[in-house]
């Protein structure tokens, strides 16, 4: 299994960015996919996804800014963030899993987001 993040950069507070996932070696349509941030000095957080067992949550502090869809044909997840703050700042993973009662076991590379004031 391969996960390929893109789409991170630099970007100013209140901008947008869409973050991509392709996969290959997995079926998203038939796997849970989620995505998750480290920033600075912190723990790396789930940000939009499925938590183990659950269905699709956001983190409090993207809910109603960030979102995250799939593109089957393209076996590829994305993550449409909008309303950028300089508390978004950080590397942005992409990982999937087998099932919905798994843990997250495949990870992409990670992709950096920077957010200025």
Do not use: H
Request: hydrophobic share 35%; with cysteine.
């Amino acid at each position: 299994v391969q996960l390929q993040a893109s789409g991170g950069g630099l970007v100013q507070a209140g901008g947008s960015l869409r973050l991509s996932c392709a996969a290959s070696g997995i079926i998203l349509s038939n796997s849970k996919m989620g995505w998750f941030r480290q920033s600075p000095g912190k723990q790396r957080e789930l940000v939009a996804g499925d938590p183990v067992g659950g269905s699709t949550m956001y983190a409090d502090s993207v809910k109603g800014r960030f979102t995250i869809s799939e593109d089957n044909s393209k076996n590829t997840v994305y993550l449409q963030m909008n309303s950028l703050e300089p508390e978004d700042t950080g590397v942005y993973y992409c990982a999937a899993a087998r099932t919905s009662l798994m843990n997250y076991v495949y990870w992409g590379q990670g992709t950096q987001v920077t957010v200025s004031s």
